[in-house]
């Protein structure tokens, strides 16, 4: 019987010291991370410096008309100087987007970003996937990832039918996975989850961006490196961008890469004070377009309207921090009254942002075109564990989502109002709001105002409101727009058409 005993105890203490020699998920991590620098090769020892040129394109996702594509594709040029010594980069690009265009300058230090115009250098937050494509390629991501002390092996997986290894670590405070093939040691796809607060990106919470590259090419001597790289944020195919010419080592003016220091500090509190700013306009600001009826001007417009039963808010849009002041302003309207409702009239993810604040309020119910449902749900379920929104805080949310397919009528008395959506080739997922007491007509984004040259930019979108109007038998006195200064005579619309559009 001791004997046995014995033979258990040997067993079990050379299982235990079998299992203390195993190695560690940091050390498996590091040698597929050594094995990946060294794939890449020993040229980049002695790269100091990187020019890469070419073009690419990005889906405008947010801007087209329907979330789930097609996309509106806007293409670039782009110019990248690299100081990998320094980590300081500069990129040039020449952007067109259908009739717009533009030629930003940026300059990235590690933890700032600035766009250059001129001699002006400012801060800005429109690179902020850029910023990460940068510091995360694949010429310095790996370097990063060696030296980090969260440094771990995640799993083997499948990824484009090849076996993959997965190594996690932590950039600038943000979860990073690297996928490395397991045939050839190189970097097939970068992974990083953080909250983005440009081109509309914040409404998601914590984005979740991936970066696959491809096309892999000798630059030089043990220089290997990939020339495409394909993103995707949220699942969203973003666009591409393609290197097709290039110098290793090229003479750069480093102080033409450098961003003053007030300006990094600058950019520490961009976003902080752009978002005061429009929650303090929300607060003071405001004009009554009728008794009862307020009409709240910003990014895109908002509406606060009082009926017998509660109040009715049409947009809440850029972003939740908005959609709060929003709720606050209208409390302060008419503190008696709650907020039983929220129209949200379009698709788009500035015009939808701030929805998740009124979700959180008990009970409301928010009206919106039928087939945008499973935006809003996304919307409702994005990750928002970074920054915390009072949605994200509610325990259990009691909002109601109410398609509108047709034609709805919300409230009663001198305010009650009628939600039309709109049976149009571009405006599928809008809808119009109508106010028979006061023969007035709120057309969301689908009617543009003219431009400084008495112009529309897109004529069929007012064509469509017109005809519209025409097809509901709608008695239009005045209206206004999401981005309209204020309430415009009718007559003025209707002199439009029949000048230029019929």
């Known amino acids: 019987m001791k004997f046995r ?36 090769g020993d040229g980049w020892k002695s790269v100091q410096t990187l020019s890469l040129d070419g073009y690419g394109y990005k889906n405008d996702i947010d801007q087209s008309e329907r979330p789930e594509g097609p996309y509106i594709p806007g293409q670039y040029t782009r110019s990248i100087q690299k100081d990998l010594s320094k980590r300081i980069f500069r990129v040039d690009q020449k952007e067109q987007d259908y009739d717009f ?47 980090s002390p969260d440094l771990t092996f995640v799993k083997d997986t499948i990824y484009q039918k090849a076996k993959h290894s997965i190594v996690a670590f932590s950039f600038e405070g943000w979860p990073v996975r690297i996928f490395l093939n397991q045939e050839t040691s190189l970097i097939t796809a970068v992974e990083i989850t953080k909250p983005y607060q440009n081109e509309f990106f914040s409404i998601w919470g914590d984005s979740r961006k991936i970066t696959e590259y491809s096309f892999w090419m000798l630059l030089g001597k043990g220089i290997h490196y990939p020339l495409q790289q394909d993103t995707y944020i949220n699942g969203y195919y973003r666009g591409a961008f393609l290197v097709n010419k290039w110098q290793v080592n090229p003479q750069l003016n480093a102080d033409s890469l450098m961003i003053p220091a007030e300006v990094k500090e600058q950019g520490k509190l961009m976003a902080k004070k752009q978002q005061d700013g429009l929650s303090k306009q929300i607060a003071q600001g405001g004009k009554e377009i009728a008794p009862g009826i307020w009409f709240l001007r910003g990014p895109c417009n908002s509406t606060i309207i009082e009926q017998p039963d509660g109040i009715v808010v049409i947009e809440s849009p850029l972003a939740s921090y908005y959609g709060e002041a929003l709720i606050s302003r209208a409390k302060a309207l008419f503190p008696s009254k709650k907020i039983k409702a929220l129209i949200t009239t379009s698709d788009a993810w500035l015009h939808i942002g701030g929805a998740r604040a009124f979700a959180a309020i008990p009970g409301i119910k928010i009206y919106h075109p039928a087939r945008n449902t499973f935006i809003l749900n996304k919307l409702l379920k994005a990750n928002y564990k970074t920054e915390p929104d009072a949605f994200a805080k509610t325990a259990k949310p009691g909002y109601a989502l109410t ?26 997922r809008q809808m119009m709001v109508y106010f028979p007491e006061h023969q007035l007509l709120y057309t969301s984004d689908l009617y543009q105002p003219k431009d400084a040259a008495g112009k529309f930019w897109n004529p069929q979108i007012v064509w469509e409101v017109y005809h519209s109007i025409q097809q509901r038998k709608l008695d239009v006195k005045q209206f206004y727009a999401m981005h309209s200064a204020g309430v415009m005579p009718f007559e003025d619309f209707t002199n439009d058409v029949k000048n230029g559009m019929e």
Not at 122 to 135: F, G, H, I, S
Request: net charge neutral; proline share 4%; hydrophobic share 40%.
């Open 403 to 428: 398609d509108v397919s047709d034609s709805m009528a919300v409230g009663t008395g001198k305010n009650r109002l009628v939600i039309y959506a709109y049976k149009t080739e571009t405006g599928d």
């Open 101 to 147: 265009g533009s030629q930003p300058t940026y300059l990235f230090n590690e933890g700032a970003t600035a766009m250059k115009a001129g001699t002006k250098i400012a801060p800005t937050l429109q690179a902020q996937q850029l910023y990460d494509d940068l510091y995360l390629a694949p010429e310095l991501i790996l370097q990063k990832a060696l030296v």
């Open 5 to 40: 005993y014995t033979l258990l105890i040997l067993a079990l203490l050379s299982a235990t010291k079998s299992f203390s020699q195993s190695p560690s998920k940091n050390s498996i991590a590091k040698t597929l991370v050594e094995k990946a620098i060294s794939a890449m």
